[in-house]
């Protein structure tokens, strides 16, 4: 029920507002007045524009943080003491304070709300937890489906460099069955399919050697090695999008909108509906890494 302060037509009519040169304070649609100090410029100048404009179902999302993720995430999220919550679950710490800094900067946090969806039908606590802070520290940028970009060093006929049997090429699905990978994060070298951060991935490259961009979803990523500065990963799965040239250096969400050159094609189709593909023969991930460090 709206408060008696607001009306109950209030994205027509408006919100309740006293503006002042040290702040703006609104009176949101639950009663609950909240502030924005002009020391907050960036979101004090766009809360003025939304009402300038009479935009009054914007004035709660840029007014309060808290609002805006319950109500772009249809009630699911909820934010307590300046954490996000989803139930009586808190979010792993980078994923929470990135989703409060998204909403603060008005950034859609669509693709941060569908990557924890993704990574919560990963059954590895350790992946849970450590994967969207790894994932920052090396800017792997996520997509609109909540996947993530990786890179991975391949032979010049897109045959991976350790068996020579995978076939690493744009549109190819790599999968090997999960239990057969190796979950242990304190195992450096063990049995996988491996993903890398764009510098380690090029470190392996030789002459004629491509380098190509994957695409993973957080539910396949196994483990991430503690050593190795927690640059690469061992997955279960995982989808070659295209051959790139130099990384991809875009903020940890990015749509495809602005890549350029070859790679651009494929990111982009990438985040459009496909027809699910065949299901990998089994005898491409029968001899998959022994992950040697001179082997990637």
């Excluded at 009663?31 to 410029?41: E, F, H, L, N, R």
Aim: proline residues 8%; hydrophobic residues 30%.
């Amino acid at each position: 029920m709206s408060s008696p302060l607001v009306p109950a037509n209030w994205k027509k009519d408006g919100l309740p507002c006293i503006i002042t040169d040290q702040q703006v304070t609104v009176t949101l649609p639950n009663g609950k007045p909240v502030s924005v100090p002009a020391t907050d410029q960036a979101r004090h100048n766009h809360l003025l524009d939304a009402i300038r404009e009479c935009r009054w179902e914007d004035v709660p999302k840029i007014a309060d943080k808290a609002y805006a993720i319950k109500v772009q995430s249809d009630g699911r999220f909820e934010v307590k003491d300046d954490w996000v919550y989803i139930g009586e679950r808190k979010l792993p710490d980078s994923l929470s304070k990135r989703l409060l800094e998204y909403v603060k900067r008005e950034l859609p946090i669509e693709p941060l709300l569908k990557f924890w969806d993704n990574l919560l039908e990963n059954p590895s606590y350790h992946s849970v937890q450590q994967l969207h802070g790894f994932l920052e520290a090396n800017n792997h940028g996520l997509t609109p489906d909540g996947c993530f970009l990786a890179y991975r060093s391949v032979r010049s006929d897109y045959l991976d460099k350790h068996t020579g049997t995978m076939d690493n090429s744009p549109g190819k699905v790599v999968r090997m069955p999960r239990n057969e990978v190796d979950e242990n994060p304190k195992v450096d070298c063990s049995n996988g399919l491996h993903v890398a951060d764009f510098k380690y991935a090029e470190s392996f490259g030789g002459g004629g050697d491509k380098l190509m961009v994957v695409k993973v979803n957080p539910r396949d990523v196994v483990a991430v090695p503690d050593a190795y500065g927690q640059q690469k990963m061992r997955v279960c799965q995982f989808e070659v999008l295209s051959e790139v040239r130099e990384e991809i250096d875009e903020p940890l969400y990015d749509d495809g909108s602005e890549l350029d050159g070859p790679e651009a094609p494929a990111v982009l189709a990438a985040n459009e509906d496909k027809p699910q593909l065949p299901p990998a023969d089994e005898d491409e991930y029968e001899d998959e890494y022994d992950d040697d460090d001179d082997e990637y």
